[in-house]
């Protein structure tokens, strides 16, 4: 059996570091034009998808997504996969994570750590104890049920983060333990996926290795946050005088690096950006940066939101078997996390609790990559990997709705 070694990189950062290859930017280079009008169609059907769902009361990011279903190969084909478009998309989501964070206060997420941590906790145990059931009751070995259980664990806090902020209610309590339990989700949940992987290529399990990629995730996110914050207090002054800084520049590059650095201590760059965004967020009311880097981000998420449309092959599921068997999976999917995220913030009360647990649903893009992973390594075939798609299209799609029907936003004080 060969060692079983933890790979640091994430799979969101592989089209990138691809993108700022030299092999791809020349690659690339010709095919500028063909780029150029994807992404001109892209953006144009998730803005159109975007207006109309709001029109209809929906959240505006699954109009995105079913924008992007719509000019992809599914149905117009106006619109592939490509290394540049997905690129797009995950600064995309990077930019949305780190507005985000500038929405966030570390304080208020320390303040609920504790519910965070159990519903991270329950809301992986629950899904990979369901998910590996489905698997072995549907005749899958052990190995693919594993590997099925693994694409349930997967959260898309993006898709979540970005209904709450269209509500403006990142600011209360169920919210940010969200937030903050989608940290703890990314840290264990990745750690899940290292070794299942592993597993299914005949990797012999090392407890070291595990605790390794535990120790670097557990310490990236405090050293970001515990010296981050108070190095910035320290020298924001002298950053003011440097002759070619202007705070808009610096946030950038902060955001960029940070989720870079998260990468490679093995989370996903948009838990860095988010990070970042926390950081910041303790001077953000004495720099002029939070709105031009909200106006990066209403060009650049809609790229990532329509490229999880694109990416979602709707012809796979033209087979009965898979609708059922996918149905199935779906609802073993919303359940188990909803009812994890509920007994993990009961303490807030129920209205908050099961807002909590919906709000943990959505696989989203992750799900797409932890599937398309066991595709590639042969671990699940295409029947499983269709069935694994359909559970992500329900909970990317219907999440947001729920979530958007469950959500009563704040009205402001009488005067």
């Known amino acids: 059996m060969q060692k079983f070694t933890l790979n640091f990189r994430h799979p969101f950062s592989l089209a990138l570091a691809a993108l700022l290859s030299n092999t791809a930017l020349a690659a690339g280079s010709a095919d500028v034009g063909v780029i150029l009008i994807q992404l001109f169609y892209l953006v144009l059907a998730a803005q159109v998808g975007s207006w109309l769902f709001a029109k209809l009361g929906l959240p505006r990011v699954v109009g995105q997504v079913v924008a992007g279903v719509v000019v992809g190969p599914s149905l117009l084909g106006v619109v592939n996969e490509s290394l540049t478009l997905q690129a797009l998309a995950e600064i995309g989501a990077i930019f949305l994570m ?17 519910e965070a941590l159990l519903v991270a906790v329950l809301g992986i145990a629950l899904p990979m104890i369901g998910g590996y059931f489905f698997g072995v009751q549907g005749g899958y070995t052990s190995i693919e049920s594993l590997f099925i259980a693994t694409t349930l664990v997967a959260t ?13 209610v990142l600011d209360r309590r169920f919210a940010q333990i969200i937030l903050g339990a989608a940290v703890i989700d990314d840290i ?16 012999e399990l090392s407890v070291m290795g595990v605790l390794t990629t535990l120790g670097i995730s557990i310490g990236f996110v405090v050293v970001v946050l515990a010296v981050g914050i108070p190095l910035l207090r320290k020298f924001q002054p002298r ?11 610096m946030a950038v590059v902060a955001g960029l690096g940070i989720a870079a650095l998260s990468s490679l201590a093995g989370l996903a760059p948009i838990i860095g950006a988010f990070l970042a965004g926390m950081v910041l967020a303790e001077v953000k009311d004495e720099e002029d940066f939070e709105s031009k880097v909200h106006a990066l981000e209403d060009f650049l998420a ?10 979602l092959e709707i012809g796979l599921l033209a087979n009965s078997t898979v609708l059922i068997n996918g149905g199935i999976l779906s609802i073993i ?17 129920k209205k908050d609790a099961w807002l909590v647990g919906m709000g943990m649903v959505p696989r989203g893009e992750v799900g797409l990559i932890v599937a398309g992973i066991g595709l590639s390594y042969g671990v699940i075939n295409k029947v499983a990997f269709a069935e694994v798609i359909l559970m992500v299209l329900v909970t990317t799609l219907v999440a947001p709705i729920v979530l958007r029907l469950m959500v009563r936003p704040e009205k402001p004080a009488a005067t």
């Open 156 to 168: 898309s806090v993006g898709i979540t983060a970005k209904v709450l902020q269209e509500l403006g």
């Open 239 to 249: 950053l003011k005088n440097l002759p070619l800084a202007n705070s808009f520049g």
């Open 98 to 114: 780190f507005m985000v964070g500038l929405e966030t206060r570390f304080k208020d997420l320390l303040n609920v750590g504790k």
């Open 333 to 349: 999917a919303v359940a188990t996390k909803l009812l994890g995220g509920y007994l993990g913030a009961l303490s807030q009360g």
């Open 302 to 311: 809609p790229v990532f939101f329509a490229m999880v449309g694109v990416k």
């Open 188 to 203: 264990l949940g990745l750690t899940i996926l290292a070794v299942v992987s592993g597993l299914s290529q005949g990797a």
